[in-house]
């Protein structure tokens, strides 16, 4: 290997001989017009040059220079990141279409929207009518060629705008460009990577999440839509209803150079068979495009692109008819380049053997930067080449996708989804709804009672018609989960989902959601009437809630006309007392305990009802909290058994932790404090002085123990709780405080405390036990406080997840623990049953004076599983006099009992 060093060896002969080997894609572009900019002039380095990255603000003042200089280019504002930058896209055409460009976007819109729409009317629309095509890069931010290629893509169309190959593009095909998925991202990697150049550390991963929150997992958000950004995005698509979507990744299975569509098994169920035929015809016409301009390399399918998952943001947009995709080029870390050997390879490509799927076989060599930007920009020109030639097919299967759907449903159930107002959390079915609304399922109440398949539904039922255009989508995140076992035998390897295997939102969020299987009749229809709200005006300021009831904050979902008009059932305050009694069914209370505890209310908890007081409050406040949070509540007397206080911490590892992540993501939401505490806290023992509360996110034991290895990152980065760490977490629990472990987290707690627990499933072979993500049903302790206001048999979310045994020298309590027979599977995959048969998924374990709260599931997983919120929101408040108060337990619920060890073998981790 030679590997290239900084631009300070400038003089060195391995630097000029690698800097004259550099692919044309660089240096081409300063034979182009010399009237528009060129990117180097304007960012000061060839974009693409080895140990150089343009952040998000050199790419935006381009793309200024470049609209200035072009009458083919609009730059367009569309909102705000979570770091408050600017966040633009781009248009790209001819100069007619751009001047043409709104009547463009409402054939577009028409074509989405078909219902009413005869064939030979979309067949006019899409003869006169142009391909809108969506293309980024840079949405995960440390794969950082997506967002270069941008630039010189943009660059080229446009120098280059009268050439045979470029001229039908812009005259057929509108190209929304953005700059980056993921602003914030490219300014935190190209910083980092920047900063350390020529040092040791050139190459380190950053030791914090490249985006406010979750970093990887900001695609993983398409349908819930908790980020910001991914509301951006989704706004703007419904705005454009794109003819393709096609965003840019960076992680080819090595040593491919670039993985295409077709996907990997399985695909989404609910995908229109049209989208996805459009969808592998155009990963074949990306291969082809690749080939003829000799890019060897590229691959489709495999074992591990799958499209299963539909939370992706390039692969929801299938189920509302968009062919959408993305493509996964080669990274060696950064923009330092890197020299290749067979050596490198795995032994099952080193005979670099040709495949029906990777017929060109990458033989090593340099890989740089600009190498992954050729692959990229050649990509992304077949994708422009092909919908300009098939423009009228790609928008007439927009309509014909649209009405196959619509006639589906209107002949075979599910007809519709029915969702009652009245619900344990009335607020709950609002998230639901709205979040649904917001991605273009049009919701309907009932505007007087109505019988339906023997039941009667009251007024104001909230209805989902499933003869729509988009219903594949509502169908996929609304029904039961059923993972194939892709397996060739039953002891075979374990095809295991890229990513989640069940997600069904009305178990992950405790909706009741009534599936209709009777065809709809006329008096049903009549009685419907579309929601429609007042629409905020789109805001992405989210330091002010303009809508408490629901917890996204600034305008959230409400910018959306349909979304605006999901209401709750109005808050309901009863009784009398100076005590305001809180039920924790509801998640919005612990907005209000929040709110209450930074005020300095007294808050106790009361054992028997199970509910928390407030105490203090004005008749006022009160009435606020009511209207502003929409829960039902009530007024008495009595102050409870235990006062809660609770001082919070939430430890962030160097890791950039996203399951972390999503943890502050919550409670900022719900207006929790708390204070951020990393590993050098740990090295000092007054961790009990400063807080009651430890909370741990979802990590890898070696991770919390060793952190990142040292020389891999700056010294202040290195090392993780280490010895001293552990001893003086330890002695923070046995002086009282309390520590909450999820998910991984649990594995560390057991070992480095030593504690008698065992995680059953800790080293057994995949083969015999694995679940993936899915959801599981559990038994809860019902006099416990973290478990309060959970229903008796509850749905937790699992990703591979501990499950626990007590050991001899327990003390404390059962949370929640699997049915003692058959499977708890309640949605997605489950392999191995009798590993969760009567073992504890969450517990309670007396350690010293403290306690260690175990989860053995994600009661925030992603922002999705609003069922068990309560479950991390109670047990931040389970400290000092709540957590040594003294309740009645029933045997069942204080050990597990003496169980068979199972055989174990090959460790998970």
């Excluded at 007081?613 to 009435?623: L, M």
């Excluded at 999503?662 to 000092?684: C, E, H, M, Q």
């Amino acid at each position: 290997m030679c590997r290239i060093q900084p631009l300070l060896s400038l003089k060195s002969k391995c630097f000029i001989g690698t800097f004259l080997m550099m692919p044309l894609l660089v240096f081409n572009l300063k034979a182009q017009n010399t009237t528009l900019p060129n990117p180097h002039e304007v960012i000061g380095f060839e974009v693409g040059s080895d140990f150089h990255l343009a952040t998000y603000e050199q790419s935006i003042e381009y793309f200024k220079k470049l609209d200035a200089a072009s009458d083919l280019v609009q730059m367009r504002e569309t909102g705000k990141t979570s770091e408050g930058l600017t966040w633009y896209y781009v248009l790209i055409s001819s100069e007619e279409n751009l001047s043409k460009i709104d009547h463009y976007k409402e054939i577009s819109q028409q074509l989405a929207h078909p219902k009413g729409m005869t064939r030979e009317e979309a067949q006019k629309l899409a003869e006169e009518g142009k391909a809108i095509v969506d293309i980024s890069g840079g949405l995960h931010a440390s794969e950082v060629a997506g967002a270069q290629h941008i630039i010189t893509l943009a660059h080229q169309i446009v120098s280059e705008a009268n050439s045979k190959k470029f001229k039908p593009i812009l005259d057929d095909v509108i190209l929304v460009l953005w700059p980056s998925l993921n602003p914030d991202g490219q300014n935190i990697i190209a910083n980092w990577y920047m900063s350390n150049v020529g040092t040791p550390y050139e190459t380190a991963r950053t030791p914090w999440l490249y985006q406010k929150y979750v970093g990887h997992d900001n695609n993983r958000d398409a349908y819930m839509l908790n980020m910001l950004e991914s509301r951006v995005v989704g706004r703007t698509w419904r705005e454009w209803e794109p003819n393709v979507i096609h965003v840019h990744h960076q992680s080819s299975p090595f040593p491919t150079r670039i993985w295409l569509p077709p996907f990997a098994e399985p695909i989404a169920p609910q995908t229109p068979p049209i989208v996805a035929r459009e969808v592998n015809m155009i990963g074949m016409a990306m291969a082809q495009e690749l080939e003829t301009e000799g890019l060897p390399g590229a691959v489709h399918m495999g074992k591990g692109f799958d499209a299963w998952y539909p939370g992706y943001i390039d692969y929801l947009p299938a189920m509302q008819n968009i062919p959408s995709f993305w493509t996964e080029t080669a990274l060696y870390r950064y923009a330092t380049p890197y020299f290749y050997t067979l050596r490198d390879f795995p032994e099952s490509r080193k005979d670099l053997r040709v495949e029906s799927l990777y017929n060109s076989p990458w033989k090593g060599g340099w890989w740089r930067l600009s190498n992954a930007m050729q692959y990229m920009q050649t990509a992304s020109i077949a994708v422009l080449d092909y919908a300009s030639k098939y423009k009228e097919t790609l928008l007439f299967n927009k309509y014909q996708a649209a009405m196959t759907t619509i006639e589906k449903y209107r002949n075979e159930p599910p007809y519709a989804y029915i969702i009652p107002q009245k619900q344990r959390d009335p607020v709950r079915p609002v998230e639901l709804l709205k979040r649904l609304a917001f991605n273009g399922i049009q919701i309907s109440q009932f505007e007087q009672a109505m019988d339906y398949a023997g039941v009667n539904y009251p007024k104001g039922t909230w209805v989902i018609p499933m003869d729509q255009e988009f219903a594949e989508m509502a169908r996929q995140v609304l029904d039961v989960q059923v993972y194939p076992d892709l397996r060739e035998s039953p002891d075979g390897p374990l095809e295991q989902p890229y990513d989640a295997a069940g997600w069904t939102l009305p178990f992950q969020m405790e909706v009741d959601v009534v599936t209709g299987t009777v065809p709809l009749s006329d008096a049903f229809r009549n009685a419907l009437t579309p929601v429609e709200g007042s629409p905020l005006e789109t805001t992405d300021d989210e330091k002010k809630d303009l809508n408490k009831s629901d917890f996204a904050p600034g305008a959230g979902f409400d910018t959306d006309k349909v979304a605006s008009g999901i209401k709750p059932l109005p808050g309901k305050l009863s009784g009398g007392g100076s005590t305001l009694w809180l039920d924790p069914t509801q998640n919005n209370i612990f907005r209000v305990l929040a709110e209450a505890i930074k005020e300095g209310y007294a808050i106790n908890y009361d054992t028997d009802t199970k509910k928390y007081g407030v105490r203090g409050a004005s008749r006022g406040k009160i009435n606020q909290w009511i209207n502003d949070y929409a829960i039902q509540a009530n007024l008495g007397s009595g102050s409870g058994d235990a006062k809660v206080n609770s001082k919070i911490a939430v430890y962030r590892p160097w890791t950039a932790s996203m399951d972390m992540g999503w943890t502050r993501w919550l409670l900022d939401n719900f207006g929790f404090s708390y204070s951020s505490i990393r590993d050098a806290d740990f090295k000092s023992n007054n961790l009990r002085e400063r807080f009651d509360v430890i909370v741990m996110a979802s990590e890898w034991p070696r991770s919390i123990e060793n952190g990142l290895e040292p020389g891999s990152a700056p010294p202040e980065y290195t090392g993780g709780l280490g010895e001293l760490g552990i001893r003086n977490l330890s002695t923070f629990v046995k002086q009282g405080g309390t520590l909450i472990t999820l998910n991984k987290s649990s594995d560390f707690a057991i070992n480095a405390l030593h504690l008698p627990v065992t995680n059953v499933v800790n080293k057994v072979d995949r083969a015999r036990f694995f679940t993936g993500g899915s959801i599981m049903q559990v038994e809860t302790n019902p006099n416990h406080p973290v478990m309060a206001g959970m229903q008796s048999n509850a749905n937790v979310f699992v990703y591979n997840s501990p499950i626990f045994n007590t050991k001899e020298g327990f003390t404390g309590e059962i949370l929640a623990k699997y049915q003692k027979k058959g499977s708890p599977l309640m949605s997605g995959f489950l392999v191995g049953e009798e590993y969760m048969n009567g073992n504890a998924a969450a517990m309670d374990v007396k350690y010293g004076n403290g306690h260690v709260l175990l989860f053995g599931f994600q009661p925030q997983w992603r922002g999705q599983p609003m069922g068990t919120y309560r479950t991390l929101f109670n047990a931040l408040l389970y400290a000092n006099e709540l957590s040594n108060l003294e309740r009645e337990t029933s045997d069942e619920w204080l050990s597990i009992g003496s169980k068979p060890v199972m055989e174990i073998s090959n460790g998970q981790e």
